[in-house]
């Protein structure tokens, strides 16, 4: 996902966008660039490569104090220097941004070239530069709303231009772009992270929007130019939020962040008198919800993990039949959306476009759709009819940790939350809030032995290929922690139910191959038992999650991982702690880049 940063005021601008850059560089790209107005010149300086690769070749004499800058995620075009932003027109005076994908680009650029024009770039978004520079006739805000009808697709730009230097023009339609209100000056970021530390006002951009924006106003509009009026938000987080803190990496200092991430995630939520859940963002569809015959959660990556934990709880709450959709396959696959089905969207960033194309297919087929997000006022929030933040607070590093808990945590407060309108008795839900209440002190208890889980990952990093096993609500924890290992050691490791092992992958293990298997107690306690002693015959090494207590697994794993005992429905969010760790480590010890794992990004707001 690309980043973007604009400035317009009376500061020195280069310094916020570098900055405002370095805060976006961990949703992951490859290369960096910036255009500046200096004494009526427009600069542009891009580079393949890191943010530092840039810097290096900064050379303004002046401050100027307009200016644009982009991290890049390559999908048109190679991460090269050409290719990099800020894409320029023929005249060289217009300096364009962009995050998503013009569709017609290919069209675009055929009709251009027939004009004359010489392109220099592979980009899509060189296109949308030249088109508008076409259009440039004294009025940038005019040349970008003529250039935007000419364009479908995605896009989140930032525009300026030499002839106008106290001006940036920016457009959405479905990338995010908010606009930071200053005093004298204002800015424009992709994501909150980047202008935090200079305003905490901010108005979000809608899709079809455009904002005129110079040190004194922002000035909104529709594509057909109808003014429109926004409220000024204030961003919640805090500039430490974003910040390491002393720790090593972002994901560390995330998965530490879980017990107070959580607890506020719980905050206001619980009433054990009473036996209730409070959640005020699902209060104007209550009835809706309870009258639900059919849920579909929908979400990709650790958040699907989420919602199969999700789809568990739902069922064995709430007494409705849930299923747990990829959104990439659900988008395409023509689903049955009847009267009564409500589909709920799982995402940290809300900006997902599978899960964003997932929802705009089950509302266009007239599902009650709800967000389960934790990105305030991202585009997944704003298109569903209600949902629940998880207010676990920004998550920076790519390989989500505290996100999958919140959401985990927020899905079993509404399986709660509709399940004690349905069946479920005060009792029972206050039983259940009751044992999600201790679930932060017991990931405090879990995160004090992070050393076995270091030690586990020492052993076995230079392993390549790693079994992960669990069974029942443990079966998306076996899931969960494939995919870390996978995606920041890039160590090849897969996820299965247990069970699944004799059909087929129980041929992969050979002698001291690495097998963690889920084993914490429950209902298929004794079932995961012989799974662990099948893996076992076969040479595997087996590392066990148990629970606190357990001797017997002691003797059959050769590394066993405690965690609290806690009902089955909540052990997801105790189970996956060592394995989030043990991610970790292997990772640092492998030498890999943790926060910023290759060829991935931390939203993927493109196909
Ligand atoms: C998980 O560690 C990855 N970051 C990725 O699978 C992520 O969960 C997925 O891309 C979904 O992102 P979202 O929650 O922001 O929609």
């Known amino acids: ?53 840039l810097e290096q070749m900064l050379d303004f004499e002046a401050d100027p104090t307009t200016g644009i800058g982009h991290t890049r995620w390559a999908t048109h075009g190679a991460p090269t220097d050409v290719n ?51 259009f440039y006739e004294g009025n940038l805000e ?98 430490s939020e974003i910040e390491l803190a002393g720790y090593e990496h972002f994901m560390l200092k995330e998965i530490h962040e879980q017990p107070a991430s959580l607890e506020t995630c719980l905050r206001g939520r619980i009433d054990l008198r009473e036996g209730a859940v409070h959640l005020g963002g699902l209060r104007d569809c209550t009835r809706e919800l309870t009258r639900a015959k059919r ?58 476009a599978d899960t964003l194309a997932a929802l705009a297919e089950a509302k266009q087929r007239g599902a009650l759709t709800l967000g ?41 407060l509404m399986a709660c939350y509709l399940g004690r309108r349905k069946h479920l008795s005060p009792a029972a839900c206050t039983q259940f809030l009751t044992a999600l209440n201790q679930i932060p002190d017991q990931i405090r208890q879990i995160l004090q032995h992070e050393e076995e889980a270091r030690a586990v990952a020492e052993r076995y990093c230079e392993k390549e290929n790693w079994l992960y096993l669990g069974r029942g609500y443990n079966y998306p924890v076996a899931l969960e922690g494939a995919l870390k290992l996978k995606e920041i050691s890039y160590i090849h490791a897969e996820g299965l139910p247990a069970a699944e092992m004799k059909h087929g992958p129980i041929a992969l293990i050979n002698e001291g191959m690495p097998v963690v298997v889920v084993a914490t107690a429950g209902t298929q306690y004794e079932k995961i038992i012989s799974n662990i002693q099948q893996v076992k015959a076969r040479g595997g090494s087996v590392i066990a999650v148990a629970t606190e207590g357990d001797r017997e697994i002691k003797r059959l794993a050769e590394h066993v991982l405690y965690v609290p005992d806690t009902l089955e429905p909540l052990q997801p969010l105790l189970a996956v702690i060592p394995l989030q760790l043990i991610a970790y480590h292997a990772a640092v010890l492998r030498g890999c880049n943790v926060d910023k794992p290759r060829n991935l990004a931390k939203s993927v707001t493109v196909e």
């Open 372 to 412: 389960v997000v934790n990105v305030v006022g991202s585009s997944i929030a704003r298109e569903t009819d209600a949902g629940v933040y998880l207010h676990v607070g920004p998550e920076i590093g790519v390989a989500s940790t505290k996100a999958f808990t919140g959401q985990v945590a927020v899905l079993a």
């Open 295 to 352: 849920i579909i959660l929908t979400a990709c990556g650790t958040a699907w993990h989420a919602a199969l934990v999700g789809k568990y709880m739902f069922e064995e709450l709430i007494r409705t039949p849930t299923e747990t959709e990829y959104a990439s396959e659900f988008r395409y696959r023509n689903p049955v959306i009847d009267d009564g089905t409500l589909v709920i969207a799982v995402s940290q960033s809300g900006e997902t």
């Open 84 to 134: 990099a932003h800020p894409q320029q027109d023929a005249s060289g005076n217009i300096a364009v941004i962009h995050n998503g994908i013009i569709e017609n680009d290919r069209a675009l650029r055929t009709y251009l070239e027939r004009q004359g024009v010489v392109f220099r770039s592979e980009t899509d978004t060189e296109v949308l530069a030249q088109l508008i520079g076409r």
């Open 142 to 239: 005019q040349a970008v709303r003529q250039a935007l009808h000419d364009v479908s697709g995605a896009y989140a730009i930032a525009v300026v231009c030499s002839q106008e230097p106290n001006v940036i023009v920016a457009a959405r339609k479905g990338s995010p772009l908010l606009i930071g209100i200053g005093k004298g000056e204002n800015l424009l970021a992709s994501d909150a992270a980047a202008i935090l530390a200079h305003t905490t006002q901010v108005v979000y951009l809608g899709d079809g929007e455009m904002a005129h924006i110079t040190p004194q106003h922002v000035r909104m509009t529709t594509l057909d130019a109808i003014p429109v009026t926004k409220n000024v938000e204030e961003i919640e987080w805090s500039l």
């Open 1 to 53: 996902m690309c980043g973007i940063i604009g400035y317009v005021g009376s500061r020195p601008a280069l310094p916020i966008l570098i900055e405002g850059l370095r805060r976006l560089e961990y949703r992951g790209y490859d290369s960096a660039g910036v255009a500046l107005i200096d004494h009526g010149q427009l600069k542009v300086t891009k580079s393949a490569g890191r943010l530092s690769v």
